[in-house]
């Protein structure tokens, strides 16, 4: 394996299958706000040392003043160690002065004196216009690929490049290893994803990859779609016991109850009860022993509480966590990380995410969403962790089908809620479409909301599904 230079950033460290190729020349593209310079400052200051420090060149894209006084507003900036371990140069009066010529004897020069271990050029892109040709340029290229070479020194080199541009820019060529910044929209937020390109004699994580730009560097998100990840067993998994689903109402139309690790979604129109049929999910753990997890992108804690106290529940005096967030700027891969962090650190065995819908909206792909749900519940039933999920359906009456990219293949069971009899009263009815490896009733029953929760309607008997 080609020995590598840590990027300050566990996750990266892991997409590029141990960090930077040493000693090789890494080339970072991305259009600008994209966190390429963040990226090579926090390499730079996680890796320099005063045996082998860091260079730090600008040329004519960003004033050098301008990237040192973002650069203090970053945590892992240490300025004792500037001038020291780390050092900035500034190539812009070279080259007004020299040409790429003189930027050649820059580099040899600092090579000599200072021996790094790391050297960046950025922008590497602001250097083609110095070049009379394209002739010039490549010779350029050449000379400063071969001179980088006869030292041990890592290159990472900066550029706003186009898509287009890296078919044709000898750069690319040279480049030991190439990794790309993008920053795209989703349906509700924009989408930042680091991709590796190219990477010589070593293997690393393929596809695009979340991030975002913090005052500790890039934090990133390894797509949580990857073969090589085997989903973690948190505990011993009991294939032969079966659960109370904690309603009774759906209880009663069950043979045998779920597995643990089984997977349910509820899906129904607004106001049809499917949040209060995973609040039953989850407390009727609790009243098991199990301890649960309440994954929400539509009620705040506040509103979660005041809901379960309605019912004659309570979170907070329950061994029930709730994790909020916000389906506006969301990633996929970070809050699926975040939603398995909390069940390792809490012990939870029944989950809540409320909702799928909401989920679906950070990304424009339902063949993407569809793989990431996959692997997410691949992990959780692994652990023997038993999942209950709404999702939204815009139909209030005569539901004639799921929505077209609705995930219920992936799923064991599947619940739908919706409302009859507009034309007089509105009741709501329940139905289960589908139980994976266990029988189930196949009618339409109504229900209703009581202080006690979800009850099926006393006295109205069940009527057969539509033909």
Same mark, same amino acid.
């Given at each position: 394996m080609t020995d590598r230079l840590a990027t300050g950033s566990s996750a990266l460290n892991a997409v590029l299958g141990g960090g930077f190729p040493r000693n090789a020349i890494n080339l970072v593209i991305g259009l600008p706000g994209t966190g390429k310079t963040v990226l090579a400052q926090q390499c730079i200051f996680?890796?320099?040392?005063?045996?082998?420090?860091?260079?730090? #060149?600008?040329?004519?894209?960003?004033? #050098?003043?301008?990237? #040192?006084? +973002?650069? &203090?507003?970053?945590?892992? +900036?240490?300025? $004792?160690?500037?001038g020291g371990r780390v050092r900035y140069d500034d190539l812009?009066?070279?080259?007004?002065?020299?040409?790429?010529?003189? !930027?050649?004897?820059?580099?040899?020069?600092?090579?000599?004196?200072?021996?790094?271990?790391?050297?960046?050029?950025?922008?590497?892109?602001? =250097?083609?216009?110095? *070049?009379?040709?394209? /002739?010039?340029?490549?010779?350029?290229l050449h000379t400063l690929a071969g001179t980088v070479s006869a030292f041990p020194v890592t290159s990472l080199w900066v550029g706003e490049y186009e898509e287009s541009e890296t078919a044709v820019a000898p750069e690319f060529a040279v480049a030991d290893s190439i990794i790309s910044l993008t920053e795209g929209p989703t349906q509700e937020s924009r989408f930042r994803s680091i991709q590796v390109r190219k990477l010589r004699g070593?293997?690393?994580?393929? /596809?695009?990859?979340?991030?975002?730009? $913090?005052?500790?560097? %890039?934090?990133?998100?390894?797509?949580?779609?990857?073969?090589?990840?085997?989903?973690?067993?948190?505990?011993?998994?009991?294939?032969?016991?079966? %659960?109370?689903?904690?309603? &009774?109402? =759906?209880?009663?139309? =069950?043979?045998?109850?779920?597995?643990?690790?089984?997977? $349910?979604?509820?899906?129904?129109?607004? /106001?049809? /009860?499917?949040?209060?049929?995973g609040l039953h999910f989850v407390f009727g753990g609790v009243a098991a022993g199990e301890r649960?997890?309440?994954?929400? %992108?539509?009620?705040?804690? *506040?509103?979660?509480?005041?809901?379960?106290?309605?019912?004659?529940?309570?979170?907070?005096?329950?061994?029930? $966590? !709730?994790?909020?967030?916000?389906?506006?700027?969301?990633?996929?891969?970070?809050?699926?990380?975040?939603?398995?962090?909390? !069940?390792?650190?809490?012990? *939870?065995?029944?989950?809540? !995410?409320?909702? =799928?819908?909401?989920?679906?909206? *950070?990304?424009?792909?339902?063949?993407? +969403?569809?793989t990431y749900l996959y692997a997410l519940l691949h992990r959780l039933a692994a652990a023997g962790v038993s999942l209950m999920a709404t999702m939204d359906l815009p139909e209030l009456v005569g539901i004639s089908r799921l929505t077209e990219n609705s995930p219920t293949h992936l799923v064991d069971n599947v619940v739908l809620l919706q409302y009859t009899g507009l034309a007089t009263t509105v009741n709501r009815t329940l139905t289960v479409l589908k139980t994976r490896t266990s029988t189930h009733d196949l009618r339409v029953r109504e229900f209703e909301i009581t202080p006690k929760g979800i009850v099926l309607t006393a006295g109205q008997p069940p009527f057969p599904l539509p033909s």
């Open positions: 996680h890796t320099a040392t005063e045996e082998q420090p860091a260079i730090y #060149l600008s040329t004519v894209s960003e004033p #050098l003043e301008k990237i #040192l006084r +973002f650069g &203090q507003t970053l945590s892992f +900036f240490e300025p $004792t160690a500037v812009g009066e070279v080259l007004a002065q020299q040409g790429l010529s003189g !930027v050649l004897d820059r580099v040899r020069s600092l090579l000599r004196e200072m021996r790094p271990g790391i050297m960046v050029i950025d922008s590497f892109k602001a =250097l083609h216009p110095y *070049a009379e040709d394209e /002739g010039e340029f490549r010779r350029f070593s293997d690393f994580r393929p /596809g695009e990859h979340a991030y975002r730009i $913090t005052t500790e560097g %890039l934090q990133v998100f390894p797509r949580l779609v990857d073969p090589r990840e085997q989903p973690q067993r948190f505990r011993p998994v009991d294939n032969t016991r079966r %659960l109370s689903s904690g309603i &009774q109402a =759906l209880d009663d139309m =069950l043979s045998d109850g779920y597995r643990p690790g089984a997977t $349910t979604v509820v899906a129904g129109p607004p /106001g049809s /009860g499917k949040t209060l049929m649960g997890l309440i994954a929400t %992108l539509q009620e705040r804690p *506040a509103q979660l509480e005041q809901l379960a106290a309605t019912f004659g529940w309570s979170i907070k005096e329950s061994p029930v $966590t !709730v994790m909020y967030r916000s389906p506006v700027n969301l990633h996929l891969d970070e809050w699926a990380y975040q939603l398995l962090d909390t !069940v390792a650190k809490t012990g *939870a065995t029944r989950i809540l !995410v409320d909702s =799928l819908s909401d989920l679906q909206l *950070a990304t424009n792909n339902p063949v993407e +969403f569809r």
